[in-house]
């Protein structure tokens, strides 16, 4: 299974970590930011679901953050280019 495979399947065995990562996300846009790492919105869903919430943690690859903020822009294309990204290279 590629890489893209297994974050689609991530992404639909675990949908919380994409709603926390579009509030997140979300939250910045609202607070004036015009570029954010997508990194620092990961490490929030991290923080905040180890940390501040009593539910259980997600743990998120890192190979996985690309693929979320290029999700991000995707179902939000007025945010296009919101976070920096590289040709792939797998």
Do not use: C
């Amino acid at each position: 299974m590629n890489l893209e495979d297994r974050w689609l399947k991530w992404h639909k065995d675990n949908p919380k970590v994409y709603d926390l990562f579009e509030q997140f996300t979300n939250e910045a846009i609202q607070r004036g930011h015009k570029k954010l790492s997508a990194w620092l919105i990961i490490n929030r869903v991290r923080w905040e679901t180890s940390i501040v919430t009593s539910g259980s943690d997600f743990k998120i690859s890192n190979d996985f953050i690309a693929y979320y903020s290029r999700h991000f822009m995707l179902l939000n294309p007025k945010y296009d280019g919101f976070f920096t990204t590289k040709k792939m290279k797998r």
